[in-house]
C-alpha cells in the first residue's frame, strides 16, 4: 500500500478501495476539489488511498463525522459504512464536505441539473459495467459539444470560474482510461487537466498506489481478465481460482486453475484444452499448456525479473505490505503480566507472538491499538502488602521492584500455606483498597509504577512497545463501566444467584457456570474483562480485537466472548483469543508461588554474554563493531525470539538451556549472519546500484530462484495476516536467506564487468530489503555488523 493524503486520526479517514480495473481518479478528484481550502477544523478528515485486488471500487466511511442525505446537516454515525459503485461513491463524495465548491459538484445544483448529472452518472456505470467500444466512442465525441453534452467547457471559460459537476468527473475518468478513442474527448481532458490542477494530483496519487500493485497479483489479474475476454465469466470470480505456484516448479507451472472450479459446461479436460488454444500470450506469460484438467501458466522470466526488481527497491520497508485493513482498527492486547508475580519467561510468548501479530496487521494495512492489560488488582495485592509489611525491603524495592515483589510473594506465598489466617488478612487488605483507602491505595500505586518502569526496560531491550498501558484495576467493583455492566446484565435478566454469588447460567452452551461477583460483592476478573471490552469498543470503535493469551485460558475466553453475545453487543464476534502453548521446564510447568520460574531478564543477560563470547572470537571483525555489547544482545535476543517462533505457537515446548543458547543450523543467529552478509556487500561496492539499474545480466539459476523467493514475499504477509502464524515468516525467512548464501558463492560483485556488477548489487539490495523486513515484522532489529 502507498497513500499519499494519509489519515492520522482513523476514525476520521475516508479510504478508498480501488481495482486496476476501476481506478479511482475521479472520486480522489471529487474529494480534493471539494476540500482544499475549504476543509473545516472540527471535520479533521484525510483522504487514503489503498488498492486490494480482491475488490472493486468502494469506499470505506468511518464511524464519525459526515454528511447523509443532500443536506448539509452534519450526522455522527456509530459505525463504518462501506459504499460501492462508482456512481454511488461520487454521489456520497460530493456531499460530503459542507464547502462551497463540494457543494457545487452535485448537491447544491438545481433539481433539474442533478437530474441531467444523474442521467450521465448512469450512463457512464453502464458504459463500466458493459463496456461497447461503440458506446464508450459516442460518449466522447459528443465532447466536441460540451455544452450539448451538459459537460463544462474548459476552453472558453475562465479556469478560475470553472465550477465542475461530479459528471465531469465521471467522464473525464472514462475518457482517461480510453485514450485515442476521441480526438475530441483527449483535448478536453488536456484541457481541463490544466485548468484544474486537483484533477493532475488525483492522477498522480491513483498512479502512485497502483506502481505499489504486488507483482504476483498483476499475472493473477492477467490471467483473470484473459479468460474473463475468453469465456464471458466475471474477471474477479476467475481471479479468485488462480493457483500461484511460486516458486517455480516446472511440473506445475508458475501458476494454475482447476477448470472443473470453472463450472463451464462440458468436459474440463477439453475445456482446458479449447482454454489453452485462445488465450493470448504476451511478453507477460511465456506459454500456457493444458494438463488434464488443468491449465498451468508459466511467466516470462525476463519480463518479470525486470519488473519486480524496480518495484522492491523503490518501495524498501514497504516492500510487501498491502491495504487489506486499510481504514480498520485493531486492538492487540498482550504480554499483560501481573504485577504481583515476575517478568518471567512464561510472559516471553505473549509478548513477541502479541508484538508480531501488532507488526502483521500494520503490514496489512490496519491501524492497530497495542495494549499492556496489566494484573493489578485482586486479592494478591492484599497478599502482597501483608507480605511487604513482613518482609519488605524499601531499597530492594527501588533497585529491582520486579525481582523483590517475587521474593516477597513466594515467601506469603509460603506462610498462607501454613497458616490460612493470612489469606484472611489478604482478603481485608484489599477490601480496603476497594473502599478507597489512601494508604493501601498508596502502597499499590508504588508497586505498579515502580514495576512499569522496570518492565519498559525489558520491553525496549526485546524490542516492544505499546500504546496503552492499562489494568484491571480501571475496572474495579466501584468503577462506572462496571457498574454499567452490572446493571445491563440484571437488565437482560443474565445475573442469577448461586450460593450467595452472582452467575451467569452458560451450561446450555457448555461453558459452565460464569461467576460475576463473589458472595463478599467482590468482582472475578472476568468480569472485569466484559467492562473493559465494552469500554474498548466505545473509545475505538474497534473492528477486531485481539487477546494473545495462553491456551490455558481458551475456557475463559470462550465465556468471556459468550457472556458479550448474550448481552448483544453485535461486535462480540469481533473479538479473537490468539492462543499459544506453554514453555514447560524439565520438571513441569514453571510455578510463581513456589518460585521455580526463569526470569527473562536472566535469559537475556546469559544470551548477550554467550553471543560477546562468540564474537570476540574473530578480533578483527570484533574490532569493526562500534557497540559489541549491543550487537551482542540483539543476536542473542534474536536467537531466543527466533527459537520460540519457529513452532507453531499452539504447542508446548520445553525450556532448555542448551537449545536456548545453541546457534548452528537455521537459528536467529544465521538468519542476522544473512543480513550482515548482504549489507557487507552494499558496503564494499564502490559504487550505489543506479536508479535505471539494466538488470538483464541476471540469467543464472540461481539468481532467477532467488528473484521467485522475494516474489513471494507479499503473499507470504497477506496469509500471515489470516493465520498468525510467526513459523510461517520464520520459515520465509530461512527459504530467502539459503537462497542468498546460494547466489553469494555463485555470483560475484566486487571485480565484474560494471553491468554485470551493478545488476549483481541490485538482486542483493532486493533481497537485503526483503529480509530486513521480515525480520521487522517478527520484532528483529537486522543488524548490519555482527
Known amino acids: 500500500m502507498s497513500d499519499t493524503m494519509l489519515l492520522n486520526v482513523h476514525k476520521n479517514a475516508l479510504c478508498l478501495t480501488f481495482s486496476r480495473a476501476s481506478a479511482a481518479y475521479a472520486e480522489v478528484a471529487a474529494f480534493l476539489v471539494g476540500s482544499r481550502g475549504c476543509l473545516p477544523v472540527p471535520c479533521a478528515l484525510r483522504l487514503g488511498l489503498n488498492r486490494d485486488p480482491a475488490t472493486a471500487s468502494q469506499i470505506v466511511v468511518p464511524a464519525g463525522f459526515h454528511l447523509q442525505g443532500t443536506n448539509s446537516n452534519a450526522a455522527i454515525t456509530a459505525d463504518r459504512t462501506l459504499l460501492t459503485g462508482k456512481s454511488t461513491a461520487l454521489r456520497f463524495v460530493a456531499r460530503l464536505l459542507p464547502s462551497a465548491s463540494a457543494q457545487s459538484l452535485y448537491a447544491g445544483r438545481p433539481l433539474d441539473a442533478q437530474a441531467r448529472i444523474d442521467a450521465l452518472l448512469l450512463q457512464v456505470e453502464q458504459l463500466r459495467s458493459t463496456p461497447s467500444n461503440t458506446a464508450v466512442a459516442t460518449l466522447l465525441n459528443s465532447l466536441s459539444n460540451p455544452a450539448k453534452a451538459h459537460i ?306 525489558i520491553y525496549g531491550r526485546v524490542n516492544v512497545g505499546f500504546d496503552i498501558y492499562s489494568g484491571e484495576s480501571q475496572y474495579s467493583a466501584t468503577s462506572p463501566a462496571t457498574k454499567l455492566v452490572g446493571a445491563k446484565m440484571r437488565e437482560l435478566g443474565l445475573l442469577k444467584e448461586d450460593q450467595g454469588a452472582q452467575v451467569i447460567d452458560l451450561n446450555e452452551h457448555k461453558l459452565g457456570v460464569a461467576i460475576i461477583e463473589k458472595r463478599d460483592g467482590g468482582l472475578m476478573y472476568l468480569s472485569r474483562d466484559v467492562a473493559a471490552a465494552i469500554a474498548r469498543q466505545k473509545e475505538f470503535k474497534f473492528d477486531n480485537m485481539i487477546y494473545v493469551v495462553g491456551s490455558q485460558q481458551d475456557f475463559h475466553f470462550k465465556q468471556l466472548f459468550k457472556i458479550l453475545e448474550m448481552m448483544g453487543v453485535p461486535w462480540a464476534e469481533k473479538c479473537q483469543h490468539v492462543n499459544f502453548g506453554m514453555i514447560k521446564s524439565k520438571d513441569g510447568n514453571m510455578s510463581t508461588r513456589k518460585g521455580t520460574v526463569v526470569f527473562l531478564e536472566d535469559i537475556l543477560d546469559n544470551v548477550q554474554e554467550s553471543m560477546l563470547d562468540v564474537m570476540k572470537r574473530n578480533e578483527a571483525k570484533y574490532a569493526q563493531i562500534q557497540n559489541p555489547t549491543h550487537v551482542a544482545d540483539v543476536i542473542g535476543i534474536t536467537a531466543v525470539m527466533v527459537q520460540d517462533m519457529s513452532a507453531r505457537r499452539n504447542k508446548d515446548y520445553e525450556f532448555n538451556w542448551d537449545r536456548m543458547l545453541a546457534f548452528e543450523g537455521d537459528t536467529g543467529p544465521y538468519l542476522q549472519y544473512a543480513h550482515t552478509r548482504l549489507c557487507s556487500i552494499e558496503r564494499k561496492a564502490d559504487f550505489e546500484v543506479p536508479a535505471t539499474v539494466d538488470v538483464s545480466q541476471l540469467t543464472e539459476p540461481v539468481a532467477l530462484t532467488l528473484l521467485d523467493v522475494i516474489a513471494m514475499y507479499p503473499d507470504i504477509v497477506r496469509e500471515v495476516g489470516s493465520s498468525l502464524e510467526p513459523c510461517t515468516i520464520v520459515s520465509y525467512a530461512f527459504r530467502l536467506s539459503h537462497a542468498v548464501s546460494n547466489c553469494i558463492e555463485a555470483l560475484y560483485v566486487m571485480n565484474q564487468p560494471q553491468e554485470i556488477a551493478s545488476a549483481r548489487l541490485a538482486l542483493y539490495k532486493a533481497a537485503r530489503i526483503t529480509l530486513g523486513n521480515a525480520l521487522r515484522s517478527l520484532g528483529v532489529i537486522p543488524l548490519e555488523r555482527m
Open 152 to 457: 463544462v467547457d474548459p476552453s472558453t471559460a475562465k479556469k478560475a470560474a470553472l465550477t465542475l459537476s461530479i459528471a465531469d468527473l465521471a467522464i473525464w475518468d472514462l475518457a482517461r482510461q480510453h485514450k485515442a478513442v476521441s480526438p475530441a474527448a483527449d483535448k478536453w481532458v488536456a484541457e481541463l487537466e490544466a485548468s484544474v490542477p486537483e484533477l493532475k494530483d488525483a492522477v498522480a496519487q491513483v498512479d502512485t498506489v497502483l506502481e505499489t500493485v504486488h507483482i504476483l497479483d498483476e499475472y493473477r489479474h492477467a490471467i483473470a481478465n484473459e479468460l474473463a475476454r475468453i469465456t464471458g465469466l466475471d474477471s474477479q470470480f476467475c481471479f479468485n481460482l488462480v493457483e500461484n505456484k511460486f516458486p517455480k516448479d516446472a511440473s506445475t507451472g508458475d501458476f494454475s486453475i482447476a477448470v472443473p472450479r470453472m463450472k463451464l459446461p462440458g468436459v474440463p479436460a477439453e475445456i482446458a484444452k479449447d482454454l489453452e488454444s485462445k488465450f493470448t500470450v504476451n511478453s507477460t506469460f511465456a506459454s500456457v499448456k493444458a494438463a488434464g484438467v488443468f491449465l498451468k501458466f508459466y511467466v516470462s522470466s525476463n519480463y518479470f525479473r525486470d519488473r519486480l526488481l524496480p518495484r522492491v527497491l523503490s518501495q524498501g520497508e514497504k516492500y510487501g505490505h498491502n491495504s487489506v485493513g486499510f481504514g480498520k482498527v485493531s486492538i492487540v492486547e498482550f504480554s499483560s503480566p501481573n504485577i504481583a508475580k515476575p517478568f518471567h519467561v512464561g510472559h516471553l510468548r505473549s509478548t513477541i507472538v502479541g508484538n508480531f501479530i501488532d507488526n502483521i496487521q500494520q503490514a496489512n494495512g490496519w491501524t492497530t491499538v497495542t495494549i499492556n492489560y496489566l494484573g493489578d488488582w485482586g486479592k494478591q495485592y492484599g497478599l502482597l502488602a501483608v507480605g511487604f509489611n513482613k518482609y519488605g525491603d524499601e531499597a530492594k524495592l527501588a533497585a529491582d521492584p520486579i525481582r523483590h515483589l517475587f521474593e516477597v510473594y513466594v515467601k506469603i506465598n509460603a506462610d498462607a500455606t501454613a497458616d490460612a489466617t493470612v489469606h484472611d488478612e489478604a482478603r481485608a487488605y484489599f477490601s480496603k483498597m476497594e473502599d478507597g483507602d489512601k494508604a493501601a491505595l498508596g502502597l499499590w500505586r508504588k508497586f505498579v509504577d515502580l514495576s512499569i518502569v522496570k518492565y519498559r526496560e
